[in-house]
């Protein structure tokens, strides 16, 4: 927000320089970006003085140029080539002297010592265009004949310099969101440093209606919760024409562009006081009266900037007896605005409610100097006062008549905050004793009012402008920034509690763990948009498109969803990969995922719909091995995916034995296993090839092994784990091997379930080494050979032991699965 120094002095008596104010204003917490110098005619007319033309004639070797010589006011006369056909001796004229730089948008000229068609030229006179003071080109200036010779001439034009102010405010100042209500928050920290700050006013005492009896625009507000509060006043035979000059520098010094002096004044009260203004042609107002309302779903209403926009049913409009005419507290309708036919107006200043304000800006895209200030919370008892100034302003500047009352419709008083603060803990916040005395100044300073004070306890009143202070810790805030925080000093003890680690940082630690670990493998780690095109879930059923978070707002129909997988980000990263010559690729992912659930129950918590979870995506395609000498090319698989996939599940410390697997088809894979709990309900992860028909979507031609995990149930398990030793044990492990004839349904996982769940405590590893599929084999069968590891740590296993468990195993193996042995 640009705050002009100038426009901030006539509320406050300032002798700081304008870097001294920025250093003031960042040390209370309205941290000031920077300080720029503006003025009133870009360059500020340095280099140009008034001179008077001495002698006149034709140029010997031009029809249309003149040679003149030009009194300075120097004693020493130049000679200046000049074309301008108004040239003449004895006229008084702005001159460019040697070395003046001349401004034309954001080109520059500077004046040389120069030869026109063979005659010496020392400088050039001037017209209003080059020098910045109009648009005319028809001639030099000619200035009356009493400006002395010699003068300046940004001294004769009273060109003001100006400094502006770049203040970055936060949410939740918007107190501060004007040059009053900064001038407010400097003239608190000037008064408790010792200088003597006078904050002023502008004062309304001159308000007075001149028609009583006239007839004034009547208003009804049907909707109270988005507009609390609205007021309003009738101003007839106005004369709308172009603002007086002080008016336009100080819009012109902030950056906003001078309109006329109807529209200028609620510009300029804007950013005086803070309160967004709204000035409508009477004209426009069918039936003479204001409707605050809202109006049904899809309603077409046009605005300023001449777009057709839809209305929701939660829009809150001004309309009159027959249409909307603005857009509350957001913007105006194109057929309400002022304009040079305009002759009576009706001036609204009004309190809009910051939720409704807020939503219907982001709905349309808009984003205003007034949806600004309204999202933030506007003060609802400075209506009148801005409305009294406004209405002097106009009467000033545009002339007209007040006709009838002020409209005020408020029916629930908004009332101060109250907050009580206690000085033992403003002083525990704080970390420093601070005099009551001073504690009370500074409250003084800042407007908030001391109702009472007992047992070391103040009951404060805090203004309705300060909406960020409702409580003590806020209150404790205002009057630390004030105090300053650099007057708290360090102590030689440090008071602390014990750390602890929380989920959070167990979940950073597990995601360097397993991040290192992919990367040490050969991965590289990408990261995607979470916004994504719902056109990728068009027609699946494994991620259908009703399941998406749809953004209100979406940048593009790129753009519009939330992903629910990961997957599409990774295949649009290789695809592009891939189409630049980099085929083999390994691919890992961090990111959230968002699901809708529309059949939710929603009545303990309406955002029990919305879920999201962090995953982590694993994409390998191309080649294992490639271009090497000592090893023919080798493709990846979807086998090694595997592995990469335990081998995290290992690092993590989840115990495979309590996770059960099986093998699907869907849209996403055309095959895949999924990684479950025992119970079945919660999937840790699935891997697999991906569907052919969705590669051909992202034209990759080569296969693509896939592995989605959910991160968020990974880390909960990984935290069960508690890691425990035990030596080595001295006694040897066991090897029996079976060849187990099964149906070709049945999967190893299978058979690994039934031996674990046979011998839990000495069974130590069950894996496969042979699978064997063709003839003398018995239609519809196949044959596995698996290895069982067995190994006692107290003692050394006997044949006895040994045969009583592989029987067991056996014997269950056949019970469940049908199995024989070879």
Request: glycine share 6%; proline share 3%; charged share 25%.
């Amino acid at each position: 927000m640009n705050i002009s120094y100038n426009w901030l002095k006539d509320y406050l008596n300032i002798s700081q320089t304008p870097e001294e104010v920025a250093a003031a204003l960042t040390s209370i917490g309205l941290e000031t970006g920077g300080v720029e110098e503006v003025q009133t005619i870009k360059g500020g007319l340095e280099g140009l003085v008034i001179g008077k033309v001495l002698t006149c004639i034709d140029h010997p070797n031009s029809d249309h140029l003149h040679i003149t010589t030009v009194d300075l006011g120097n004693g020493e006369p130049v000679q200046i080539v000049c074309g301008a056909p108004n040239v003449a001796a004895g006229q008084h004229v702005v001159v460019a002297t040697l070395g003046t730089v001349l401004y034309s948008g954001d080109e520059t000229f500077t004046i040389k010592k120069s030869k026109i068609r063979g005659e010496e030229s020392f400088g050039m006179i001037c017209a209003e265009d080059e020098i910045g003071i109009g648009d005319s080109h028809d001639g030099i200036i000619v200035l009356p004949d009493t400006v002395a010779p010699g003068t300046l001439a940004k001294d004769y034009y009273n060109v003001k310099s100006d400094y502006v102010l770049e203040v970055d405010i936060t949410p939740n100042r918007v107190d501060a969101a004007s040059h009053y209500g900064v001038a407010r928050d400097l003239a608190a920290y000037l008064k408790q440093n010792g200088y003597d700050a006078v904050l002023r006013r502008p004062s309304v005492e001159a308000f007075a209606v001149d028609d009583k009896e006239g007839k004034a625009i009547s208003v009804s507000v049907e909707n109270t919760e988005a507009c609390p509060r609205y007021c309003g006043i009738t101003i007839r035979d106005v004369k709308v024409t172009e603002s007086p000059e002080w008016l336009q520098q100080r819009l012109l010094a902030i950056g906003l562009r001078p309109i006329n002096n109807v529209v200028d004044i609620t510009n300029f009260l804007l950013h005086e006081t803070g309160q967004p203004l709204h000035c409508f042609d009477l004209n426009h107002i069918e039936g003479g009266k204001v409707i605050v309302k809202t109006l049904p779903e899809g309603t077409k209403f046009v605005t300023l900037d001449g777009v057709e926009r839809s209305l929701s049913d939660r829009d809150l409009m001004i309309c009159n007896e027959k249409e909307g005419m603005c857009i509350a507290g957001v913007f105006g309708g194109l057929k309400s605005g002022v304009t040079e036919q305009t002759t009576d107006v009706f001036l609204e200043s009004a309190y809009f409610s910051p939720m409704w304000v807020r939503k219907t800006a982001r709905r349309h895209g808009l984003n205003t100097d007034s949806s600004f200030r309204f999202e933030r919370g506007a003060d609802p008892n400075n209506l009148i006062y801005v409305l009294k100034r406004a209405a002097l302003l106009v009467k000033e500047l545009a002339g007209g008549k007040i006709t009838g009352e002020i409209v005020d419709v408020y029916p629930n008083k908004i009332d101060n905050f109250r907050v009580e603060l206690s000085y033992d803990r403003l002083n525990s916040l704080v970390g420093k004793v601070i005099p009551q005395d001073m504690v009370k100044s500074i409250l003084s300073s800042l407007e908030i009012e001391i109702l009472d004070e007992k047992d070391g306890v103040l009951t404060l009143s805090v203004p309705t402008y300060r909406v960020d202070v409702q409580r003590d810790v806020d209150v404790i805030e205002d009057i630390l920034r004030i105090y300053g925080y650099n007057n708290v000093e360090f102590t030689d003890s440090v008071h602390s509690n014990l750390s602890y680690k929380t989920m959070t940082d167990e979940n950073h630690r597990l995601y360097n763990l397993i991040a290192e670990q992919l990367t040490g493998c050969g991965f590289n780690e990408i990261m995607n948009n979470s916004l994504t095109k719902s056109a990728y879930y068009t027609s699946l059923t494994t991620y259908p498109e009703k399941n998406c978070v749809p953004l209100l707002n979406p940048l593009s129909n790129d753009l519009n969803v939330m992903r629910q997988t990961l997957l599409f980000g990774g295949l649009e990263s290789l695809a592009y990969n891939i189409n630049r010559r980099r085929p083999d690729l390994k691919f890992y992912e961090f990111g959230n995922c968002y699901n809708y659930d529309a059949d939710a129950d929603t009545s303990k918590n309406v955002l029990a719909s919305y879920s999201e979870a962090q995953h982590l995506g694993l994409w390998i395609t191309g080649n294992r091995v490639s271009g090497s000498w000592a090893h023919p090319d080798e493709k990846s698989s979807v086998f090694e995916l595997k592995g990469y996939v335990e081998n995290i599940f290992a690092r993590l410390g989840v115990d495979m034995k309590k996770l059960q697997f099986s093998q699907i088809s869907d849209d996403i894979f055309d095959v895949a296993l999924v990684y479950t709990m025992r119970n079945g309900e919660k999937i840790l992860a699935k891997f697999g090839l991906v569907s052919k028909k969705i590669l051909k979507s992202f034209d990759i031609e080569t296969g693509v092994s896939y592995a989605e995990m959910n991160w968020t149930l990974l880390v909960k398990e990984a935290v069960k784990n508690k890691v425990t030793f035990s030596e080595i044990s001295k006694f040897p492990p066991v090897k029996r091997d079976l060849a187990l004839l099964v149906d070709t349904s049945v999967q190893f996982a299978e058979i690994e379930k039934v031996a674990y769940d046979t011998e839990r405590r000495l069974l130590k590893d069950v894996y496969l080494f042979d699978v064997y599929e063709g003839k003398n084999l018995e239609s519809g069968k196949k044959s596995y050979a698996v290895s069982f590891i067995l190994q006692d740590e107290t003692k050394t296993l006997n044949d006895k032991q040994i045969e009583s468990i592989m029987n067991r195993i056996i014997a269950n193996l056949q019970q469940k699965l049908n199995a024989k042995l070879r």
